[in-house]
């Protein structure tokens, strides 16, 4: 089956601090996978996305690299800020079962100034 | 595009009561998805619809459960005899059709259930 395995937080960095953020998945043929960041009081965000092994997705200084031979997408970021403190899903979506997302259980990020 | 839009967004009723949640996907996207998101965990799939049809549901989706999409565009995803356990965030995301297409979600509605 499809799941999707994330490092339990809380994460907390100073300002300015690399972040990584570890994700493994498990699935059937070759899934989508994905970044979602969810801020106090709103809804998920797709931070990033790839969807195909060596892909790399990229926003707003993150990164992550779809690594099929060791199932990883771990997301990085070189140097944090205080806004980007929340809680960070990993996701992977089914390629061939209309769409349906896996979640990882979440990360919270916590960024001291 | 104003997102999707969850409606209300907080609710809090006594066990046994029935709620309806209203969720208005982002007009151009023909999939509505409902996953149910509890504290500390990630959201869970509850639900699917290709415009009016409903094409998945979960085995978490007891048949005190029911969502509909009676025209393809906005949904409703009704709970009657609550229990303190259906506490939780419900979120609705829709999407475009397509396999890489990512969900779009709203801010969700929380139930508690006293």
């Known amino acids: 089956g499809n799941s999707v395995t994330q490092m339990e937080g809380p994460v907390t960095l100073s300002e300015e601090a690399f972040l990584t953020i570890n994700c493994t998945y498990t699935?059937?043929?070759?899934?989508?996978l994905f970044w979602y960041v969810q801020y106090p009081g709103e809804g998920l965000q797709l931070l990033l996305k790839a969807t195909k092994a060596d892909d790399k997705g990229s926003n707003k200084g993150f990164e992550a690299t779809y690594r099929k031979e060791t199932t990883s997408f771990h997301l990085e970021k070189g140097s944090v800020q205080v806004s980007d403190s929340a809680v960070y899903f990993c996701?992977?979506?089914?390629?061939?079962?209309?769409?349906?997302?896996?979640f990882g259980s979440g990360t919270k990020l916590n960024v001291k100034p | 595009d104003t997102g999707v839009s969850q409606d209300p967004r907080h609710k809090i009723t006594k066990r046994g009561q029935n709620v309806t949640f209203r969720c208005d996907p982002i007009?151009?996207?023909?999939?509505l998805y409902w996953y149910r998101q509890t504290l500390g965990q990630g959201p869970e799939f509850l639900t699917y619809f290709q415009n009016e049809a409903q094409l998945e549901k979960s085995r978490l989706l007891s048949d005190r459960f029911s969502a509909e999409r009676p025209k393809g565009s906005f949904s409703t995803l009704e709970i009657q005899r609550t229990e303190q356990g259906d506490s939780a965030m419900y979120l609705c995301?829709?999407?475009?059709?397509?396999?890489?297409?990512?969900?779009?979600f709203g801010n969700g509605t929380r139930l508690t259930v006293t």
């Open positions: 995301a829709s999407s475009l059709e397509g396999n890489n297409s990512p969900l779009h």
């Open positions: 699935a059937t043929g070759y899934p989508s």
């Open positions: 996701a992977l979506s089914g390629r061939y079962n209309f769409n349906k997302f896996y």
């Open positions: 007009s151009e996207h023909n999939r």
